[in-house]
Structures are given as structure tokens and as C-alpha cells.
């Protein structure tokens, strides 16, 4: 009693865990091989009379619909850089104007303390000739 299973081989390779994922999939991309270099179809022909649109590059004609498609992704992605630099821009001017604000303070506190030294320096000169004065010390004795 044999059944069609016990003839079934299975090929699938053991040492990768995910190999049945492979199989249940309709479609899989075939990699590039490595020296494979891709056209990104940057400068095109567009031929009014054939209406098509014509890699310069590689000479692979190109479906109109999806180059169009490709630009306005690019576009988009533009779009939103852009958005995000500005947003980013703004967030450092808002912050450039806040230390500036705070080197003004620090600016005017550093000249409040300058003043106050000069007034605590001015008042030991007039404390150290006041002692002079009521001591009598003219120089310092050996």
C-alpha cells in the first residue's frame, strides 16, 4: 500500500527556515545580477508622430503612463523634502533667535556684574585708604 506521497521529493533548501514562503508566493522578482547596471530613463525621446516615448540612453521604449507616474513620485517626494527642510529651517531660526536673545541677557548681566565689581573694587580703594588714614600707615614696615 503506497501512496503518491511516499514518491515526493521535497527540494526545497532545509537550511533556509522561510523556504515555504517562496512557494506560496504568485509572483517573485528576479534578483540583478551584480554587474547589472540600471537606466533610470533620465533623458527620453518623445516621438509625436509614433507616440512613444524612447530611452536615449538604453533605447528601451518606455510606457508613457508609468514615466509620467515616475515623475510625479519624484515630485511628490520633492514636495514633501521640501516641506520638511522649510519646517526645519524655521525650527532653527526659532532657535538662533532665542540664544540670541539669551547672549543679549547674558551680555547685560556680565555688564550689571562688571559695574558692581567696579563699585566693590572702589569701595575696598576707599576702605583701604580710610584705614590708612585712621592707622597712620603711610607704607608697610619690615
Known amino acids: 500500500m503506497f501512496s503518491d506521497e511516499d514518491n515526493v521529493i521535497d527540494i526545497r533548501d532545509k537550511r533556509d527556515p522561510n523556504s515555504d514562503i517562496q512557494d506560496r508566493l504568485n509572483f517573485i522578482e528576479e534578483p ?3 554587474d547589472a547596471k540600471r537606466c533610470l530613463h533620465s533623458k527620453t525621446i518623445v516621438n509625436e508622430y509614433d507616440r512613444t516615448l ?6 528601451a ?3 508613457p503612463f508609468d514615466y509620467l ?4 513620485k519624484n515630485e511628490t517626494r520633492l514636495d514633501w523634502n521640501l516641506r520638511t527642510i522649510r519646517s526645519e529651517i524655521r525650527d532653527h531660526r526659532e532657535g538662533l533667535e532665542k540664544l ?7 551680555r547685560g548681566r556680565i ?3 562688571l559695574f558692581k565689581l567696579a563699585d566693590v ?3 575696598l580703594l576707599d576702605a583701604g585708604e580710610a584705614l590708612i588714614k585712621v592707622k597712620g600707615y603711610h607704607g608697610l614696615s619690615r
Do not use: F, V, Y
Open 54 to 59: 524612447i530611452c536615449r540612453l538604453c533605447g
Open 121 to 123: 573694587n572702589q569701595a
Open 100 to 106: 540670541n536673545r539669551e547672549e543679549q541677557n547674558t
Open 32 to 34: 540583478l545580477p551584480p
Open 69 to 72: 507616474l515616475s515623475i510625479a
Open 111 to 113: 555688564k550689571n556684574a
Open 61 to 63: 521604449t518606455l510606457d
